[in-house]
Every structure is written in structure tokens, then in C-alpha cells.
């Protein structure tokens, strides 16, 4: 399903990993098709409530658990920047799709990185 929010199709997800380094791109491409999928399901669902964005936000934050072994073999690691930009673009998720109230902690609260 093509995502149909514009400002979502005009950002730059994860943009501060792309500029470092040490975040290896073909990593950080798989967390921003995470996001991208969130924004999906976002669309395809339409969470009528807060609780209901967060059943999807734990999904996503779940997968970026699983990447958090693929940073960790290309020698990098979701460490502080990664943290924060990863936490940013899910609050800026929310926030597009009407959730502006979003607590940005609850967002990844399923979080082990």
C-alpha cells in the first residue's frame, strides 16, 4: 500500500545515521523501511486512540530490536544519536497522523536498545 501522507513521502527518515559513518547505510535502510511500515499500517488501520497508535508503535519498535543485532555485525550499535534520531522520527510519525500528543517514551517503550 503506498503511503499517502505527503510529509511523510517528503522526509528524510533517520537523516543524522545517513550523515554518520559509523551507522552503515544498509542498516539504516532497514530502519527506515521500518518506520515507512509503520506509516503503512498507520494509514491501513487508522488507530482511533492513542492506545491504539501504541499497539502499532510497539510492533515497529520491536522490529528495531531485532536490527539492533545487524548494527551490532557491521560494528556499529543503536547507541545515544541513533536513540534520540529514532525516537524523533517516531514521535514525527505520530505526530503527521493527528498524535501530536504522543508521549515519545511510550512510543518505544517496547525499546531494549
Known sequence: MPITNQQVTEYAFL?????DEYFPDHVVDK???????LCER???????DLSALYVLT?????????LEA??????SEIETVAREEIA???????SVYGF???????????RDW
Open 31 to 37: 530502519g527506515r523501511a521500518i518506520l515507512l511500515r
Open 42 to 48: 498507520i494509514e491501513a488501520v487508522r488507530p482511533a
Open 70 to 75: 545487524e548494527f551490532e555485525a557491521a560494528g
Open 58 to 66: 510497539e510492533a515497529a519498535t520491536e522490529e528495531f530490536n531485532l
Open 88 to 94: 524523533e522520527d517516531f514521535w514525527f510519525v505520530a
Open 15 to 19: 537523516q543524522q545515521l545517513y550523515a
Open 100 to 110: 501530536s500528543g504522543a508521549d515519545t517514551e511510550e512510543l518505544i517503550a517496547a
